[in-house]
């Protein structure tokens, strides 16, 4: 019978995913066949699914940290933010309802229904199920309703681990606080504790350590040092690439815009990793960088009020500045739109009825639609021969005169546009930096060398994790407070 243990933090960001993604690949190490689940996340930087739906992208690496393709039962409840107080909620992979913050919390009792299921679906094929919380269980103010923390716990009959971040400090209170403000029931669901990021000598903490091991009366499974390759593995946050990784000089400079509604940017990832290439994401109030190589639009999440923020910013002031001094630009999916010469919403998907202006350097016309495009695909780069995979994750259809030029041949049909001097280009594919022959003939054009080995340089970042839990985590105590999970009818 599978087991489980869950991962809580004591807030976001303490790198609870991070720590799933270890645990599940050193487990694997072992020999147990694991399954990674998270009942509830918020994020635009989707993946999709090979059974046809999407799921945050932390579940599609940590899902290859097991060695097992992406299933839309690793995130049974995705939030994808679409303004600051409303979200478009995705259930088992595929779009379910769009609701407000306050909305959304009279939605989540019947919520929990299909994540249950999820979640014994992936435990029939498991020794093991790691479960990442969202948030922290300290948000007390959350807990009527709850699917993503302690709710789900109960709900489930999961054990859990608490997990601090002592790089942001005060993470003694962070533990002993959370502890003191939970309900005694939520509490006695913690089994044990751990710190993590620490920086320098770990010893240097034991007497704090024994301090919360003392006071809680939770083990204490170990304190984490910082894993400086972290950056080496795909971001889950837009924030997190720029997570410190070696310094850069490269010859080729990529410049991408943070759109507040950016999503799917894990194109980013294997460009991030290229020695010769530098990546600056530019935030709101900069303007782009004059010595930009290429100007990369990323995808969008709400493609006409980004486009707007990027107006609002100046920032197609600077592009086409850009394109003046022979720079390259490349827009991905909702980038890909904006660089056309109209946006078209007939229906209102994404606000107020109409066609709006693009920036308008691309000869294409976009038309948004209700039905959204989600498939993974295969796709030839004709200019030099290089197969590559992706997936494509959009509302709406493209078509124009510089459609004539598409560059990729995808699943059989021709996809993209480019200007008639090929230096402004768009298609709708994800993904395509992950091929290492795609990607060293697309740096080729910009001047600078490639190096191979992307994606195996992932899992041994992978392995390398695992072997860093194995060194500093007691994981023989975290298997022993693992549980058999309750069957569906004794609950």
């Known amino acids: 019978m599978a087991r489980a243990i869950m991962i809580q933090g004591t807030g976001s960001n303490v790198g609870k995913s991070m720590l799933v993604a270890g645990l599940a690949r050193a487990f694997r190490r072992r ?9 509830q996340n918020m994020s635009n930087n989707a993946a999709v699914t090979a ?33 600051d ?91 002993i606080g959370t502890a003191e403000i ?47 390759d972290a950056w080496k593995l795909p971001a889950e946050d837009i924030m997190d690439l ?12 990529v410049v991408v815009p943070r759109l507040p509604r950016i999503a799917n940017f894990d194109d980013l990832d294997p460009l991030t990793a290229e020695p010769g290439v530098t990546v600056e994401i530019v935030p709101p109030g900069r303007a782009l960088p004059g010595d930009a190589t290429l100007v990369l639009l990323p995808g969008s999440k709400s493609t006409l009020s980004d486009l707007e923020a990027f107006r609002a ?32 919403d007939p229906e209102g998907i994404e606000g107020r009825q109409g066609r709006q202006p693009g920036l308008g350097h691309l000869d294409v016309s976009t038309e948004l639609t209700r039905e959204k495009r989600l498939s993974l ?8 021969g290089a197969a590559l995979s992706g997936y494509e994750i959009h509302l709406g259809r493209s078509d124009g005169p510089d459609c004539a030029r598409a560059w990729l041949d995808l699943d059989g049909r021709p996809e993209g546009a480019a200007s008639p001097d090929g230096r402004v280009r768009g298609c709708y594919l994800h993904g395509l930096f992950g091929s290492d022959a795609f990607r060293a003939a697309y740096l080729a054009e910009l001047g600078a060398p490639s190096t191979p080995g992307y994606e195996a340089q992932v899992e041994q970042t992978l392995d390398a994790l695992a072997q860093h839990m194995e060194t500093h985590l007691d994981l023989d105590l975290l298997w022993d407070l693992s549980e058999e999970i309750p069957a569906r009818d004794q609950m």
């Not at 751990?194 to 350590?209: A, C, Q, T």
Request: glycine letters at 14%.
């Open 31 to 39: 020999g147990l066949r694991v399954a990674p689940f998270k009942p």
């Open 51 to 83: 059974d046809g739906g999407e799921i945050g992208r932390a579940q599609a690496l940590q899902a290859l940290a097991c060695g097992l393709p992406a299933s839309v039962h690793m995130n049974p409840v995705l939030l994808k933010p679409e303004t």
């Open 85 to 175: 107080t409303g979200a478009q909620i995705i259930v088992q992979g595929q779009r379910f309802a769009t609701a407000r913050a306050r909305d959304y919390a009279k939605l989540k009792p019947q919520l929990m229904v299909p994540v249950l299921d999820s979640f014994h679906r992936l435990a029939r094929g498991a020794d093991l199920v790691i479960v990442e919380g969202a948030g922290s269980p300290a948000e007390i103010n959350l807990r009527r309703g709850d699917i993503a923390n302690m709710g789900f716990a109960e709900a489930a009959g999961v054990p859990v681990v608490l997990a601090g971040d002592i790089d942001r400090g005060g993470v003694i209170a962070q533990l």
């Open 182 to 228: 939970l309900p005694p029931a939520d509490r006695a669901r913690i089994k044990a504790f751990l710190v993590n990021k620490f920086r320098g000598d770990p010893s240097l903490f034991d007497e704090g350590f024994a301090a919360i091991a003392a006071r809680s009366g939770w083990p204490g499974l170990g304190t984490l040092p910082w894993f400086a």
């Open 242 to 253: 720029d997570r410190a990784g070696p310094a850069r000089d490269g010859r080729v400079k």
């Open 313 to 344: 910013q100046g920032w197609d002031i600077d592009l086409a500045a850009h394109i003046r001094r022979g720079g390259h630009v490349l827009g991905l999916c909702g980038g890909y739109q904006m660089l056309g010469r109209t946006i078209a």
């Open 377 to 384: 695909g295969q796709a030839v780069h004709p200019a030099s």
